[in-house]
T-cell receptor
Framework: QKEVEQNSGPLSVPEGAIASLNCTYS??????FFWYRQYSGKSPELIMF????GDKEDGRFTAQLNKASQYVSLLIRDSQPSDSATYLC????????????FGKGITLSVRP | KAGVTQTPRYLIKTRGQQVTLSCSPI?????VSWYQQTPGQGLQFLFE???????NKGNFPGRFSGRQFSNSRSEMNVSTLELGDSALYLC???????????????FGPGTRLTVT
């Protein structure tokens, strides 16, 4: 059973701080990694994806992938109250027709 | 570009009935996936369609079925509804081409199904 784990939630940070969200996965054959943001009552929104080891930056967001240790992280710099949401990690295992497996999500609260 | 659209947005059904949900993908996206989201189980994959063919299937009973049309629009059907089928049903689309695919999926707003 391929799993995606998102632990240590909920997370609360003050406005302006760096929020660090972590995700581990079970299959070393995983190829693609995604972070989705879901506001309460809304559908998930894709905010970052990363395919190669290392860091990928987009504005205030940085995705970090370490395939050897099987984890992927999302850093949110200068956190804003509008970043308060549930963040879902998703992993694609295997070939082109394989599905995305989602973690249960971690809820982030940014305190003004 | 318009996003993924789903209809209806809200639905109330009684046990034993059946329901059909509809999804129109982003223009140019040929792959459509369906998910069920509940507070307890999170996002669970139902199935994915590409070129009118089911390419992958999750661990759901046969009461859950789907299809895709030649214009890439997709429908999902749930027969003999149970109370536990109450959930947010999400459709997601991605670009997919023979020999080359992108894996980024974009979600629609979802259909909130309540079974009483």
């Amino acid at each position: 059973q391929k799993e995606v784990e998102q632990n240590s939630g909920p997370l609360s940070v003050p406005e302006g701080a760096i929020a660090s969200l972590n995700c581990t996965y079970s299959d070393r054959g995983s190829q693609s990694f995604f972070w989705y943001r879901q506001y309460s009552g809304k559908s998930p929104e894709l905010i970052m994806f990363i395919y190669s080891n290392g860091d990928k930056e987009d504005g205030r967001f940085t995705a970090q992938l370490n395939k050897a240790s099987q984890y992927v992280s999302l850093l949110i710099r200068d956190s804003q109250p509008s970043d308060s949401a549930t963040y879902l990690c998703a992993v694609k295992y295997g070939g082109a027709n394989s599905k995305l497996t989602f973690g249960k999500g971690i809820t982030l609260s940014v305190r003004p | 570009k318009a996003g993924v659209t789903q209809t209806p947005r809200y639905l109330i059904k009684t046990r034993g009935q059946q329901v059909t949900l509809s999804c129109s993908p982003i223009s140019g996206h040929r792959s459509v996936s369906w998910y069920q989201q509940t507070p307890g189980q999170g996002l669970q994959f139902l199935f994915e369609y590409f070129s009118e063919t089911q390419r992958n299937k999750g661990n759901f009973p046969g009461r859950f079925s789907g299809r895709q049309f030649s214009n890439s629009r997709s429908e999902m059907n749930v027969s003999t509804l149970e109370l536990g089928d109450s959930a947010l049903y999400l459709c997601a689309s991605r670009q997919a081409f023979r020999g080359r695919s992108t894996y980024e999926q974009y979600f629609g707003p979802g259909t909130r199904l309540t079974v009483t």
